[in-house]
């Protein structure tokens, strides 16, 4: 099983609802960049690669997605719909997003800033990689 979630507390009453994430205590890292994917088209996915060092919890705060994770072993796919849950994702792990709903807002949590070279975004060098034990 790739798939590893993180149950934020959810804090509502009738003004609304509320979640918070603190680095280190709700996620396993200190976070050095936030960013999130919105309109994106049903036909369309994201993602296509894996990281060398990064780690990421992706949360889908409105709307829904699938996520496909893959190890170079095993794939999982899951629906984001919670926003009080995370996904983790570790480094090494191919990810692939899709299926998103018209409103879905995927809010991403990572542990290293933009660096292109951490990334691979060829899936048969990663199965390489993967297969060295890197």
Not at 84 to 103: C, H, K, N, T
Not at 116 to 132: A, G, M, S, V
């Amino acid at each position: 099983m790739i798939q590893r979630f993180y149950d934020f507390k959810l804090n509502s009453d009738e003004r609304g609802s509320l979640v918070a994430v603190e680095a280190i205590q709700d996620i396993p890292f200190a976070i050095k960049r936030i960013y999130y994917i919105f309109a994106t088209r049903e036909d369309v996915r994201r993602g296509l690669h894996a990281h060398k060092q990064l780690q990421q919890v992706l949360i889908c705060v409105h709307g829904n997605c699938t996520i496909l994770l893959d190890n170079g072993v095993e794939r999982d796919e899951i629906i984001l719909n919670n926003p009080a849950q995370g996904l983790f994702v570790d480094r090494m792990i191919w990810r692939e997003m899709y299926d998103f709903s018209p409103d879905a807002v995927l809010l991403v949590l990572a542990s290293e800033h933009y660096n292109e070279e951490d990334y691979i975004r060829d899936y048969n060098e990663f199965k390489l990689l993967y297969e060295k034990g890197y």
